[in-house]
């Protein structure tokens, strides 16, 4: 249906005002230079990273092997419905279960839970569910379950960043995205992609340096203020736990796809980019649907790869004046990472908030007659979605409002990172000046793609 | 000062700045409670109104769009009408395909002499899509101001 951009959807959000993309920005640099001046002066966030256990019996009950269980029973359960609807249904996308699914439910809505109540995905992964069944199951025949290849660790991140390129890809630059057959055989491969690794390296290693969307979700799960510490549940301040650097290879890469996927999609909605898509038809006008298919295909994906290549080499080029500045000696590119992770957690927001409360009230509708054979398993069938749910003015402010807390989260992040890298030095101060930079370029970056029509 | 009541300190500078932001947005949106409220107007209403209903006076907004060998002519249409605005997307082809307003979820025929008539209200803010449905191709982008 939609033709590119996001997957799938009915409406898209106005443009941001310029008023309030200039008390967005105006708010965002005086927040900066004030906090600049304010925040501490030793490394503070690792220290609460730890936080408080939560009662015994909370963590008993939510970490127990039935919750585990049935959860996984359940999202084993739903991946097996996804793809039989995707490979057997309707091919009218709206009617189908699966693209409103996989694209709004799932992939809009577990980035939500993560980052409100931790990493959900450890006992909501269909695949981990499927592993785990298959571990148990071998070891009740009395065969010991062991990887094939011991993980090296050298790989780092990547296989994980080359998996969330896959799936970004399909969903913003495939000219039908949601067309049902296309995704479930996206579904398919993506879930050999994820039972092969874990069989071959393990589920562990898989799950936290191969499986794209565990890495992203377990990121996002980093702002939240619960998390799981040596088998029990404790509560924390928000984003503590991003403290510290990450020496993980490719997080900074996986990072970039993430944040230059979201802020591609946004731009590839404007008219800017719709013209030269709609100009590149027309000089194609009489080729075969096949052609135009793949020069469209190709023009966004290298929009997209230009995007996570800005994104990067900005962070470089931060960095390394940072290192100047600060006079290291020492790459500093592993210590500034998960300040972004904030801010593509506001992109996310900004993005895709909408998106969620509209077409996520169609799975009402499409639970009853998820095949679209005219069913009405539970009665929900008449259910009429409400599109005018959030005014463009709420939207607009709830926009704005989550870039400038990303960005102030980001800051305080690189901050108090900051303060550790360079303690002591005679200038500390300006060495933050190129992060400072780099965050505000960020977040007036992306409200700036929100002001585009 | 210990760290605990340093990052409530934090916490609450950051609270006055989102709250400022929020009264200065609010100053900029006064229709706020009156969009918001009012249109829970359903799809299949707005499905049923046929292309005979006589137009009141004013008449309806008119967006014409040529269609010329699968692709608009002189590019993307864009319109932007008001909320609540009676509009009619009149669509030529010299092709044959289905014409869908994306969000009001009306579809059409469209065959080479036999131009397609979309008539709507438009009751749901927000930008829409107009394709042509089979050969998915945007024709027009219609904008409907809060």
């Given amino acids: 249906m939609t033709l590119i951009a996001h997957g799938i ?19 965002v640099l005086g927040v900066s230079f004030v906090l600049l001046f304010y925040l501490w002066r030793r490394p503070l966030l690792e220290a609460h990273a730890d936080g408080r256990a939560l009662p015994r019996a909370l963590t008993s009950v939510v970490l127990s092997r039935a919750v585990r269980i049935l959860l996984g029973a359940l999202s084993a359960g739903l991946l097996v419905l996804t793809l039989a609807t995707a490979l057997f249904g309707t091919t009218v996308e709206l009617l189908n279960f699966a693209p409103t699914f996989v694209y709004v439910i799932f992939w809009l809505g577990i980035p939500l839970l993560s980052i409100l109540f931790g990493n959900v995905w450890s006992v909501l992964s269909p695949w981990r569910a499927i592993a785990d069944a298959a571990v148990w199951l071998l070891e009740l025949g009395g065969r010991e379950a062991r990887p094939v290849l011991e993980w ?16 970004v890809a399909l969903e913003l630059a495939h000219p039908r995205p949601a067309y049902p057959r296309t995704l479930g055989i996206a579904v398919a491969l993506y879930t050999y992609w994820a039972l092969a690794g874990m069989a071959v390296y393990g589920r562990d290693p898989w799950t936290r340096f191969g499986e794209g969307f565990a890495v992203a979700f377990s990121l996002l799960a980093r702002i939240a203020p619960f998390a799981v510490r040596n088998g029990s549940i404790v509560v924390r301040w928000p984003f503590t736990g991003l403290a510290g650097a990450e020496r993980t290879p490719g997080t900074l890469l996986f990072v970039a796809v993430f944040l230059g ?41 290298g929009g997209m790869a230009f995007f996570v290549a800005a994104i990067l080499a900005t962070y470089l080029a931060a960095v390394a004046a940072a290192e100047k500045l600060g006079r290291v000696g020492r790459s500093l590119v592993p210590d500034f990472v998960l300040p972004l992770v904030p801010i593509a957690a506001a992109y996310l927001m900004a993005h895709y908030f909408t998106l969620f409360l509209i077409q996520g009230q169609f799975i ?5 007659d998820p095949f679209g054979k005219g069913w009405d398993l539970f009665g929900t069938i008449d259910f009429a979605p409400n599109l005018a749910i959030v005014s463009p003015e709420t939207t607009w402010y709830v926009q704005v409002a989550a870039l400038v807390v990303g960005h102030v989260a980001g800051l305080a992040i690189a901050h108090d990172r900051a303060v550790a890298v360079f303690e002591g030095r005679r200038h500390a101060l300006e060495a933050q000046l190129p992060m400072l930079g780099l965050m505000v370029l960020y977040t007036l970056g992306g409200m700036w793609l929100l002001t585009r029509g | 000062m210990s760290t605990r009541r340093r990052l409530a300190g934090l916490l609450a ?3 006055l700045f989102v709250s400022g932001l929020a009264l200065a947005s609010c100053g900029g949106g006064e229709s706020e409670s009156a969009s918001s409220m009012t249109e829970t107007t359903t799809t299949s209403e707005t499905t049923t109104t046929t ?7 004013p008449g309806p907004t008119e967006i014409r769009i040529v269609v010329v060998n699968g692709a608009p002519k002189g590019g993307i249409v864009r319109e932007k009408v008001e909320k609540n605005d009676r509009v009619v997307l009149v669509v030529r082809s010299d092709v044959t395909d289905h014409i869908h307003l994306h969000g009001y979820d009306i579809m059409r025929d469209v065959a080479p002499g036999k131009p397609a008539r979309l008539p709507f209200k438009a009751t749901i803010p927000g930008r829409f899509e107009v394709e042509l449905e089979d050969r998915g191709v945007q024709i027009a982008d219609i904008t409907v101001q809060p």
């Fill in chain 1, 9 to 27: 959807g009915v409406v898209r959000d106005l443009p941001i005002p310029a008023v309030y993309f200039f008390v967005g920005a105006a708010v």
């Fill in chain 1, 152 to 167: 090296s660790g050298r790989m780092g991140r990547y296989p994980a960043a080359l998996a969330l390129f896959a799936f």
């Fill in chain 1, 261 to 301: 996927s979201t802020s591609f999609d946004g731009f590839s909605r404007t008219s800017t980019w719709q013209d030269l898509l709609a100009d590149l038809r027309a000089e194609l006008a009489g080729s075969s649907q096949r052609t135009i298919d793949l020069a469209t295909t190709f023009l966004n994906v």
């Fill in chain 1, 364 to 368: 009402i509708t499409l639970i009853s």
């Fill in chain 2, 13 to 15: 500078v950051l609270a």
């Fill in chain 2, 51 to 57: 292309e005979t209903t006589p137009p009141p006076p």
